[in-house]
């Protein structure tokens, strides 16, 4: 089939400010809490009061200062936007300050104007991993209302500032993973005999409201720009046709889709209740929360997608078959990355379809991609064709999803340049089109190479899709 990709579809990659930029407290910018996570999600606990040692993400790739010819290089594939999200501390640097710090407004002005003089838009996340450290010592993160206030602020400083530039948004990163990852996502802390699982759902809710409050200022500010959510999507498959299994998978997916029904169609899912109610507590809501989360829905749903999972109501399957990264069965059917994140092209088009008749709203894929070891050949290629292998298979089945009647705005490659990885903090875990010289221990000189998956995205940006 040739692919038929829409018009002014958005062809670009996505990368975090913690992730790439590095500076991390360069021009009066403050610690995130990305800051203290010595080896990312997976492999480290937070340093909350002892002394930060030589941190990936403290220098990552140097983009702070190496935007200009980086983007060139995606200006070089052809991209025409470039999703990327602005540091909160570099804005505010302990996230609620009485004044916003200008070098740090000023660089994202820098940021922008370069992109756009290069053709790309700028597709911005408020906030991708990276919330100020100073609201988590002093508010403990989201489970305090005040970040409402915060958040609110920061948005419309930066609405403010960056509305003639930006004219597409989304509020948070991956906001369902304050369920998987409470202190990157939401900068939560547990005390002892805490309630882990209601603590996450009502740092949720604030988030929830914050994020409507950020659509509403957002329309305000801009009204000719879009804001949408973005969530960490995936299919879930019961292992078999057991019903119990099937009643799994149900409860699984509904924990990503909890977040998309509030954003998307504006009030709690009715599920919600007996989930919170089964586990022991209620959600506290302040007087006109229900009524700010109805009026501001979202304009379109992002989502990143990388992987499938499968649930069985056999606690024994999980045993014999292992588990994968969000706490399901691998899948016999499909092969996995090398750190077991099983590649399922065909699942892109599920979700597609999945999360489009569900919420009838345009839908944004802002992330996807491989994660591999690369070598650098004798003479400086790259030959990832496992790289373009992936992209090719899940482009394919993006192509099937418009062609099933799902409205997509857009496709970004998760980092389109080698980055700092969000789960395990190496470096060595590479996604990009463009490959970093740098090792896991932060060794290296930072050159720039083209992969050969380069060219062939440029190829297929150059013939929007219709060569993959
Ligand atoms: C998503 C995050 C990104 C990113 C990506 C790849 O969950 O939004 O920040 O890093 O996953 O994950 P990893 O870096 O762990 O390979």
Same mark, same amino acid.
């Given at each position: 089939?040739?692919?038929?990709?829409?018009?002014?579809?958005?062809?670009? =990659?996505?990368?975090?400010?913690?992730? $790439?930029? &590095?500076?991390?407290?360069?021009?009066?910018?403050?610690?995130?809490?990305?800051?203290?996570?010595?080896? &990312?999600?997976?492999?480290?606990?937070?340093?909350?009061?002892?002394?930060?040692?030589?941190?990936?993400?403290?220098?990552?790739?140097?983009?702070?200062?190496?935007?200009?010819?980086? #983007?060139?290089?995606?200006?070089?594939? &052809?991209?025409?936007?470039?999703?990327?999200?602005?540091?909160?501390?570099?804005?505010?640097?302990? =996230?609620?300050?009485?004044?916003? #710090?200008?070098?740090?407004?000023?660089?994202?002005?820098?940021?922008?104007?370069?992109?756009?003089? *290069?053709?790309?838009?700028?597709?911005?996340?408020?906030?991708?991993?990276?919330?100020?450290?100073?609201?988590?010592?002093?508010?403990?993160?989201?489970?305090?209302?005040?970040?409402?206030?915060?958040?609110?602020? @920061?948005?419309?400083?930066?609405?403010?500032?960056?509305?003639?530039? /930006?004219?597409?948004?989304?509020?948070?990163?991956?906001?369902?993973?304050?369920?998987?990852?409470?202190?990157?996502?939401?900068?939560?802390?547990?005390?002892?005999?805490?309630?882990?699982?209601?603590?996450?759902?009502?740092?949720?809710?604030?988030?929830? $409201?914050?994020?409507?409050?950020?659509?509403?200022?957002?329309?305000?500010?801009?009204?000719?720009?879009?804001?949408?959510?973005?969530?960490?999507?995936?299919?879930?498959?019961?292992?078999?046709?057991?019903?119990?299994?099937?009643?799994?998978?149900?409860?699984?997916?509904?924990?990503?889709?909890?977040?998309?029904? $509030?954003?998307?169609? =504006?009030?709690?899912?009715?599920?919600?209740?007996?989930?919170?109610?089964?586990?022991?507590?209620?959600?506290?809501?302040?007087?006109?929360?229900?009524?700010?989360? *109805?009026?501001?829905?979202?304009?379109?749903?992002?989502?990143? @997608? @990388?992987?499938?999972?499968?649930?069985?109501?056999?606690?024994?399957?999980?045993? *014999?078959?292992?588990?994968?990264?969000?706490?399901?069965?691998?899948?016999? @059917?499909?092969?996995?990355?090398?750190?077991?994140?099983?590649?399922?092209?065909?699942?892109?088009?599920?979700?597609?379809?999945?999360?489009?008749?569900?919420?009838? *709203?345009?839908?944004?894929?802002?992330?996807? =991609?491989?994660?591999?070891?690369?070598?650098?050949?004798?003479?400086?290629?790259?030959?990832?064709?496992?790289?373009?292998?992936?992209?090719?298979?899940?482009?394919?089945?993006?192509?099937?999803?418009?062609?099933?009647? /799902?409205?997509?705005?857009?496709?970004?490659?998760?980092?389109?340049?080698?980055?700092?990885?969000?789960?395990?903090?190496?470096?060595?875990?590479?996604?990009?089109?463009?490959?970093?010289?740098?090792? #896991?221990?932060?060794?290296?000189?930072?050159?720039?190479?083209?992969?050969?998956?380069?060219?062939?995205?440029?190829?297929?940006?150059?013939?929007?899709?219709?060569?993959?």
């Amino acid at each position: 089939m040739t692919a038929k990709f829409p018009k002014n579809f958005l062809w670009g =990659g996505a990368i975090a400010a913690n992730q $790439v930029e &590095g500076a991390y407290n360069a021009d009066g910018k403050g610690l995130s809490v990305a800051d203290v996570m010595p080896r &990312g999600i997976l492999n480290s606990e937070p340093v909350l009061n002892g002394e930060l040692g030589d941190f990936p993400y403290h220098t990552a790739i140097d983009f702070y200062h190496t935007y200009k010819d980086d #983007n060139a290089l995606f200006a070089e594939m &052809g991209f025409n936007c470039l999703r990327l999200s602005i540091g909160w501390s570099r804005i505010f640097p302990n =996230g609620d300050d009485a004044e916003p #710090n200008e070098a740090g407004l000023q660089y994202y002005d820098d940021v922008f104007d370069d992109l756009l003089s *290069k053709g790309m838009q700028p597709v911005v996340t408020l906030n991708h991993y990276d919330l100020p450290l100073g609201l988590v010592t002093k508010y403990g993160g989201w489970r305090s209302r005040e970040l409402i206030t915060a958040y609110e602020r @920061y948005c419309k400083t930066v609405f403010t500032r960056y509305q003639s530039k /930006v004219k597409i948004w989304m509020t948070f990163n991956e906001i369902n993973c304050v369920l998987h990852a409470p202190f990157t996502a939401a900068g939560l802390v547990f005390k002892e005999g805490e309630n882990k699982l209601q603590l996450q759902f009502q740092a949720a809710h604030h988030q929830l $409201v914050a994020s409507a409050l950020a659509v509403k200022a957002c329309h305000e500010i801009i009204p000719d720009a879009k804001i949408g959510c973005m969530i960490a999507a995936w299919p879930t498959y019961p292992d078999t046709c057991n019903p119990d299994d099937t009643l799994k998978a149900m409860a699984k997916d509904r924990q990503m889709l909890f977040f998309g029904d $509030v954003q998307a169609r =504006g009030y709690y899912p009715s599920y919600a209740k007996r989930l919170f109610r089964e586990n022991g507590f209620e959600i506290e809501m302040a007087t006109g929360d229900e009524a700010i989360l *109805k009026q501001y829905a979202v304009d379109y749903v992002a989502f990143s @997608y @990388y992987m499938s999972q499968v649930e069985s109501a056999d606690p024994d399957r999980r045993e *014999k078959t292992g588990g994968n990264l969000m706490g399901g069965l691998m899948n016999p @059917y499909l092969k996995a990355s090398e750190w077991g994140w099983q590649i399922d092209p065909k699942g892109m088009r599920i979700i597609l379809n999945q999360l489009y008749d569900r919420y009838q *709203k345009p839908l944004f894929i802002v992330e996807n =991609g491989l994660g591999a070891i690369d070598s650098v050949n004798a003479d400086d290629s790259i030959s990832d064709d496992y790289r373009i292998d992936y992209l090719r298979d899940h482009l394919q089945q993006v192509a099937e999803g418009i062609a099933d009647g /799902v409205e997509l705005m857009g496709y970004t490659t998760w980092g389109p340049i080698d980055l700092v990885s969000a789960s395990t903090g190496e470096m060595k875990k590479r996604y990009g089109f463009i490959y970093v010289d740098k090792d #896991n221990e932060g060794q290296g000189t930072g050159r720039r190479l083209r992969k050969k998956s380069f060219y062939w995205y440029k190829d297929v940006i150059a013939t929007n899709g219709e060569e993959l």
